[in-house]
């Protein structure tokens, strides 16, 4: 009875790969989780060394051989933000001042992978390229105070923007486990580490209503991370 139950898990732990797979295709997403370990430096741009991180990342495969696909992942977004931004005189005279206030940000991502299958166990290599670029508009109201009405005088707004981009590579390896449902469906967690560079360009721009306007230019190289990753993929086979 033990053997027999011992070849029956047997039989389940390679039923996934005992058929050709060589000519289907794979659509699926991948789960990212992974530590967002790195700083822009000599602006103030940072992001916490040890943070967690998710996203979401759709993707297509193509099985070249049996137990090898060659895929790319993709992910993009844009996004648009409006708010205002309201400045109440200080000395009490309920005056209110509104100026409508923007950001924006867009993210472009493309990441061709290589995933190679033993049994129901894979080893996948990816190289992720990003872009992502984010701009921002803030006002904040100066008052004067006037003494013959002992109420504030407006003065207009103090203007600030940014505008800021991108460039970074990661570099990932991880190691799995294909857990299929039927002979479609199947669902792969997985662990690894990865490595990324790139680099933030920004522009700051001040445009105080008592004073001159002044614009700073910044470059800032992205230091070296090494982040540990855990992945969660759902796929669908799709062939004969």
């Not at 005189?89 to 924006?104: A, K, L, R």
């Not at 872009?131 to 008052?143: D, K, M």
């Not at 990932?172 to 039927?182: F, K, P, V, W």
């Amino acid at each position: 009875m033990k053997k027999l139950i011992f070849l029956s898990a047997a039989m389940l732990f390679l039923a996934s790969f005992s058929h050709a797979q060589k000519g289907k295709v794979v659509l699926g997403t991948d789960y990212h989780l992974s530590q967002n370990y790195y700083v822009y430096y000599d602006y103030g741009y940072y992001s916490y060394p040890y943070s967690l991180g998710a996203s979401l990342e759709p993707n297509v495969g193509y099985f070249i051989t049996d137990d090898l696909v060659l895929g790319l992942g993709f992910k993009s977004s844009n996004s648009n933000f409006v708010s205002d931004a309201n400045s109440v005189d200080p000395w009490g005279s309920g005056v209110e001042m509104t100026q409508e206030s923007t950001s924006t940000s867009q993210l472009m991502s493309l990441a061709p992978y290589v995933k190679y299958y033993h049994n129901n166990f894979f080893v996948r290599a990816s190289a992720s390229f990003q872009t992502s670029a984010y701009t921002s508009e803030n006002y904040y109201g100066q008052w004067d105070y006037d003494m013959d009405t002992g109420m504030g005088t407006f003065l207009g707004f103090d203007e600030s923007t940014s505008e800021s981009t991108a460039i970074n590579t990661k570099f990932a390896i991880n190691l799995g486990y294909s857990l299929m449902y039927n002979d479609k469906l199947c669902f792969e967690p997985s662990f690894g580490l990865a490595k990324s560079v790139g680099e933030m360009s920004s522009e700051y721009t001040s445009n105080p209503v008592n004073g001159d306007l002044v614009t700073t230019n910044t470059n800032s190289p992205r230091t070296d991370g090494l982040d540990f990753a855990i992945m969660l993929g759902v796929h669908l086979r799709l062939g004969k």
